[in-house]
């Protein structure tokens, strides 16, 4: 089907699955985290431990990590591809460290080292979380093991895995789902559900993107013929199969990469799609030929059925004019399209231009 050939693509495992979501999420949990580190410090002292520099070293670590996850909050758009995955690992290793120069073991510095692995598991797709999960549980063990030993980690570990483990599951398996389920309704809403061409919607966003990326040789707009009649004599299934019929002939005349659309009712629309050629000026030829094609694929049809009825398609063209906005280059298909039809349908209409 001669769909839009740029469709979104699923994403790299390491990112994430609504990109701006993840950004502002991950930066404001390691901004909240950091305060939390510093007023921390200051209502319970000794989690800053006996070691000297123990407030300066959290202090600038803070700082620079809550710089970071500030500017990626309020700018998300702006962070890499890999950043929230990257920023959750980086607050991770960070608050690792810092408990291990405070000498805190404590359930809160334990619980604090599995924040990322709980973003991850919101935000991000399962391998990446998986991998943020056990970042957290190795360092719990290392934190675990070098300030209490063996006893502290077959106490605790255990139950920081089960923990987030079983959060990184539930919680993986349900962004899996409902990613499957927005990917099921964005196909329903760009696909029209009687012919599978793209629906008017659609449709407008693959013109305005093909005319911007300078691909966009021309337009076509095809209007069936006395549709009504068709309804009228032999009823809305006869229609409906009418309508299968053209958006069928309408793909198989039509090239690879063009895009076919269905606008409503009886009104169909293709691009025509020349990605090796930049700018409207070239290819009138392309435009006429393939709109001549679709006329008489159209034209060799008869109603399903009633062989003695035949149908018939007006064309209006128009092919892409440099600096010419969408909405121009529409009205001039669609004035082709009109003229076409007054001087008594079933024929091709080029604009002018």
């Known amino acids: 089907m001669p769909t839009d050939p740029q469709q979104p693509r699923r ?3 390491w990112v994430a699955r609504d990109h701006v979501a993840a950004s502002r999420a991950v930066g404001a949990m390691t901004a909240i985290g950091c305060l939390y580190a510093l007023g921390n410090g200051v209502v ?3 989690t800053m431990g006996t070691r000297p520099g123990g407030w300066l070293v959290t202090g600038i670590s803070a700082a620079l990590v809550g710089l970071l996850a500030v500017a990626m909050a309020l700018r998300p758009r702006r962070a890499p591809a890999v950043g929230p995955a990257a920023l959750a690992a980086l607050a991770g290793g960070v608050v690792l460290l810092l408990c291990l120069w405070t000498d805190d073991a404590s359930f809160g510095a334990q619980i604090y080292l599995g924040w990322p692995a709980l973003f991850a598991a919101f935000h991000l797709r399962p391998r990446a979380a998986w991998l943020l999960t056990a970042q957290a549980v190795l360092a719990d063990a290392v934190l675990l093991g070098l300030l209490e030993g063996p006893v502290g980690v077959l106490r605790d570990t255990p139950a920081h895995l089960a923990t ?3 959060v990184t599951l539930l919680l993986t398996r349900s962004g899996e789902s409902q990613e499957r389920l927005l990917a099921r309704l964005r196909s329903e809403a760009a696909e ?4 599978g ?3 008017r919607r659609a449709f407008d966003a693959a013109l305005a993107a093909r005319v911007a990326d300078g691909t966009a040789q021309g337009l076509l707009l095809v ?3 006395r549709f009504k009649s068709v309804n009228d004599s032999y009823g809305h299934p006869v229609g409906d199969a009418v309508l299968c019929t053209v958006a069928a002939e309408l793909r198989a005349a039509c090239r690879a990469g063009d895009v076919v659309g269905r606008l ?3 009104e169909f629309a293709v691009v025509l799609v020349c990605p090796d050629v930049r700018g409207g000026a070239a290819g009138a030829g392309d435009l006429a030929e393939v709109a001549h094609r679709v006329r008489a694929a159209v034209a060799r049809c008869t109603v399903p059925g009633r062989r003695e009825h035949r149908l018939s398609v007006s064309v209006g063209g128009a092919r892409v004019v440099a600096e010419e906005s969408v909405a121009a280059l529409v009205d001039r298909a669609d004035a082709a399209l009109y003229e076409a039809k007054r001087a008594g349908r079933d024929r091709v209409v080029q604009a002018r231009g």
């Open 11 to 13: 994403g790299r495992w």
């Open 264 to 266: 409503g009712g009886d």
């Open 44 to 46: 319970s002292p000794e």
């Open 197 to 199: 061409l793209l629906t």
């Open 223 to 225: 209007d069936l013929d």
């Open 164 to 166: 987030f483990g079983l």
């Open 192 to 195: 029209d559900a009687l012919t």
